[in-house]
T-cell receptor, first 113, second 110 residues
């Protein structure tokens, strides 16, 4: 069964460093998303991406964040200068147009020290 | 602004019992989703409900949607330990982002 994959599973970084989180969405899906979940809290939307551009972004997704689809399969989230409060689980998701059901990847746990 | 409220937030139930989790949302929405999350794991899709009166069932879980009341329920029948997890409802409309509730942490005890 096709699934969304993410790498790395866990990333530890120092405050102020840049991180890139990687995702491979399900191959026939057209919408891609990043969500985050601070430990024990609800899942929060960051950004959606369609047709090679951002279609929606939340207030959390400020200038420190960027997304890219560098080739036909990968979808990346970059945080330019990490802060302590960026520590969270980051989930990538993808969806077909018709069903809208988002299928989530296993997540990357980001720890900023 | 779309808001999603779930209750209860914590639920401890005995094996074999029935219970219902409630999900209210604040504005008209097209789709309502239920997800399951095990500790430290990703979100597993359970149901998507598209229309008023929609009911879906999978095993011991049954989800329903009342769009007039802006309410969805997730009913658990004869709970077993394997159902212990956090259950999230989420709502979207058109191309709006998916908005999640805070989740209901379910613990099924013997």
């Amino acid at each position: 069964e096709p699934e969304v994959t993410q790498t790395p599973s866990h990333q530890v970084t120092q405050m102020g460093q840049e991180v890139i989180l990687r995702c491979v969405p399900i191959s026939n899906h057209l919408y891609f998303y990043w969500y985050r979940q601070i430990l024990g809290q609800k899942v929060e939307f960051l950004v959606s991406f369609y047709n090679n551009e951002i279609s929606e972004k939340s207030e959390i997704f400020d200038d420190q964040f960027s997304v890219e689809r560098p080739d036909g399969s990968n979808f990346t989230l970059k945080i330019r200068s990490t802060k302590l409060e960026d520590s969270a689980m980051y989930f990538c998701a993808s969806s077909e147009v018709t069903t809208y059901m988002r299928f989530f990847g296993p997540g990357t746990r980001l720890t900023v020290l | 602004e779309l808001k999603v409220e779930q209750n209860p937030l914590f639920l401890s139930m005995q094996e074999g019992k029935n219970y219902t989790i409630y999900c209210n949302y604040s504005t008209t929405s097209d789709r309502l989703y239920w997800y399951r999350q095990d500790p430290g794991k990703s979100l597993e899709s359970l149901f998507v409900l598209l229309s008023n009166g929609a009911v879906k069932q999978e095993g011991r879980l049954m989800a329903s949607l009342d769009t007039k009341a802006r309410l969805s329920t997730l009913h658990i029948t004869a709970a077993v330990h394997d159902l212990s997890a956090t259950y999230f409802c989420a709502v979207d409309s058109g191309n709006t982002p998916l908005v999640f509730g805070k989740g209901t942490r379910l613990s099924v005890i013997a």
